[in-house]
């Protein structure tokens, strides 16, 4: 390693390769880049921010577990492909059927409990944790939809919760579409408070109310998203008082996502990522960083580059 070779990173980083769902090539049918964490995850590695065997993994669970948060009879419906497809946007053929649990759902249930590892070493160390994964939305207690068949943040609370936790968190979301189903799992919980800034006309209509909701009007960009964020933040903290922030941040603000109608650039979405960082970091609250959603050409590169201004500034902060 060269002396201008970035140190392996000492902020837990957690992902899986499994998190690549291969379904024959169907899954290629949604625009979601199913091999954006894999790229991200090679960058950091070839970049010298970290190691192969830097990344965690959270352990496997089972439906038994995720009732604690979902539906029984909803999670199982999740075997039958077309409750699937509908969740996840691609047609899934009856003939695949038997493929189901080791081709999709078990790479999903890795990713829920990836990000409870992610928030129990955020609180373990005291400072920022990083998920290539996580950040699924759109999925409430009794079903999903929008590529989010499970809710990984509320299986997180749900667990740290069981171990103990007592604190209050707060979920800032970022990405261009309304965290729906975070608003829904939290509903009447005095002990999360949500935010959630996206896209006004885009999916999921109609919205579900939250703790707190700005709507950004299509073509908006650096500028009106930024502002509002550092408006917005301190009366946040300042309102919820957390002990725990996980930040749902999306790549799909981008000028080139195919989904959504929204202008920031990559150095937008980086000093988006910052300001969230940041505000966290600097009052001593443990900070959860999760991918979420992104479906152009720019989303690998610009969380990529995304990461590393975050493990940047959590070095300079501690």
């Excluded at 070779?5 to 769902?21: A, E, G, M, Q």
């Excluded at 990559?266 to 300001?275: F, I, K, P």
Aim: with cysteine.
């Amino acid at each position: 390693m060269s002396r201008d070779t970035p140190r392996p990173t000492p902020v837990p980083l957690v992902y899986h390769p499994s998190y690549r769902i291969r379904f024959f090539g169907i899954e290629r049918l949604h625009p979601f880049d199913v091999r954006k964490l894999e790229r991200i995850h090679d960058a950091l590695v070839e970049r010298g921010y970290a190691l192969p065997e830097s990344f965690r993994a959270g352990e496997p669970i089972g439906d038994t577990e995720l009732a604690a948060i979902h539906d029984p009879g909803y999670l199982a419906s999740l075997r039958q492909p077309e409750v699937l497809a509908a969740v996840l946007e691609v047609p899934v053929p009856r003939l695949l059927s038997g493929l189901i649990e080791r081709r999709v759902l078990a790479p999903l249930r890795r990713a829920v409990s990836g990000t409870h590892l992610a928030a129990t070493e955020a609180l373990a160390r005291g400072g920022l944790a990083v998920h290539l994964g996580g950040g699924f939305h759109h999925a409430r207690p009794e079903g999903g939809h929008g590529f989010c068949p499970l809710n990984d943040v509320a299986w997180a609370v749900h667990r740290l919760r069981q171990g103990g936790w007592g604190g209050r968190a707060l979920v800032i979301d970022t990405d261009a579409h309304q965290g729906d189903g975070n608003h829904a799992c939290f509903a009447g919980d005095e002990q999360v408070h949500c935010y959630s800034v996206h896209q006004e006309s885009a999916f999921p209509l109609p919205k579900v109310p939250g703790d707190l909701d700005d709507g950004l009007p299509d073509g908006a960009g650096d500028r009106e998203l930024l502002e509002l964020l550092e408006r917005r933040l301190p009366e946040l903290f300042a309102a919820a008082q957390p002990a725990l922030v996980f930040h749902v941040a999306g790549a799909d603000v981008l000028h080139d996502d195919p989904l959504t109608d929204l202008r920031c650039s990559v150095e937008g979405l980086c000093e988006r990522d910052r300001l969230v960082a940041r505000a966290g970091l600097q009052r001593g609250v443990p900070v959860v960083h999760l991918l979420a959603g992104g479906y152009g050409p720019s989303a690998a590169r610009a969380q990529t580059r995304s990461i590393q201004g975050l493990l940047h500034l959590d070095a300079r902060l501690r």
